[in-house]
């Protein structure tokens, strides 16, 4: 068979320009190609086009102390009590967050909550603040957002980590409503309402924004239930789908505002919600599902909340980040 010549338009089949064109900054005059890419973060150029248009070679990377920054960004994260929630506020704060809003329906934060707390007191800048709010009260969720604008006049990141299960081995056919309502009231609508508080509020302020839903690879998975001992719980995972649906949604209707909203899926992590892990015949099977062959710790997380939270993601929405040992390659 003849190859088949492909005839591309003449704007593609140009010769090869400078790459700094691409990447002007906003003080330039507009131009068909800023257009494309939209304005330069406030800090400039990065990477390749740097180097080619600074007059002299720079010598420090900008990787981590610029895209990958938080440095005077405000935080929501909510289940921020303990697990997954406090390692993601410990690391936006890290990251150099202003402030961390560390929101759970534990009416006092708990022991683990207070020692990252001091930690944080310790590096010397910025500052986790507990709030005891129930996420599935979409009034009290608002007004959560509304206290943090008025205070910090700007809202930038945000983590909607809070979630249950329906906690034991419940068969699909069976399970009771009350059950599916309660796990959905937290996991999908309390999630909605966390992103419509921080939404809200970067709308308002217009900088922009990062909205990290926490879903689930069982969002997009089933689990082997045909061996005993299970876990089987349609709730959860029908829960968690609707995330993966929700983040999708809002992020065609943000993106025009610059707020980006992506889910991020982790597959089994050691945590308080997933006790059942030990059990040692199904933690041994559940850990041999993954080719990476075991549990992922919560701090496996901290490379991709901060890549998710900062502008060294600022091309990436409406995705589903999958970080599960492999769990969902099979
Ligand atoms: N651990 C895992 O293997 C795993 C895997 C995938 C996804 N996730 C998801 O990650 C998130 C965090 O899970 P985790 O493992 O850290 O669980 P966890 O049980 O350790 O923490 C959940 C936190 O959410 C809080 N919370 C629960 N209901 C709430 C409500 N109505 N309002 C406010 N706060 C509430 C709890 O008090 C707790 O602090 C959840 O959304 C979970 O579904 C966990």
Not at 38 to 43: M, T
Not at 165 to 177: A, N, R
Not at 207 to 215: D, E, M
Not at 272 to 290: D, Q, Y
Request: proline share 5%; hydrophobic share 35%; with cysteine.
């Amino acid at each position: 068979m003849l190859p088949v010549t492909r005839r591309f338009p003449p704007a593609f089949s140009r010769p090869a320009r400078k790459l700094s064109a691409h990447f002007s900054s906003s003080s330039c005059s507009p131009s068909a190609d800023r257009r494309l890419t939209g304005p330069l973060p406030a800090y400039g150029a990065v990477g390749v086009a740097r180097i080619l248009e600074s007059p002299s070679t720079p010598t420090e990377s900008t990787l981590f102390t610029k895209e990958f920054s938080l440095t005077d960004r405000i935080a929501l994260v909510t289940g921020a009590n303990r697990g997954i929630g406090l390692e993601t506020a410990l690391t936006l704060a890290e990251a150099g967050a202003r402030t961390v809003y560390c929101v759970d329906f534990q009416k006092e934060p708990g022991e683990d909550w207070t020692k990252v707390h001091s930690f944080v007191e310790r590096l010397g800048r910025g500052k986790l603040e507990y709030i005891n709010q129930d996420v599935t009260d979409q009034e009290g969720m608002w007004k959560v957002g509304e206290l943090i604008g008025r205070r910090e006049g700007r809202l930038d990141v945000c983590v909607a980590g809070a979630g249950t299960t329906t906690g034991g081995d419940v068969s699909g056919l069976e399970h009771p409503s009350e059950q599916f309502q309660r796990v959905m009231s937290v996991n999908t609508n309390g999630v909605l309402f966390t992103a419509q508080a921080a939404g809200q509020q970067m709308m308002q302020f217009k900088n922009g924004g990062s909205i990290i839903l926490i879903a689930s690879v069982l969002g997009s998975v089933s689990m082997e239930i045909r061996e005993e001992p299970n876990v089987r719980d349609a709730a959860y995972h029908s829960s968690k789908g609707a995330v993966l649906s929700m983040t999708r949604t809002l992020a065609c209707e943000l993106g025009p505002h610059r707020i980006r909203v992506n889910s991020l899926s982790p597959g089994f992590i050691q945590t308080s919600m997933t006790s059942f892990l030990e059990i040692p015949e199904l933690g041994k099977r559940l850990s041999e599902r993954a080719p990476l062959g075991r549990i992922g710790r919560p701090d496996e997380l901290r490379g991709v909340v901060a890549w998710l939270a900062s502008d060294a993601s600022s091309f990436c929405t409406g995705s589903d980040i999958i970080v599960s040992g492999g769990l969902h390659a099979w």
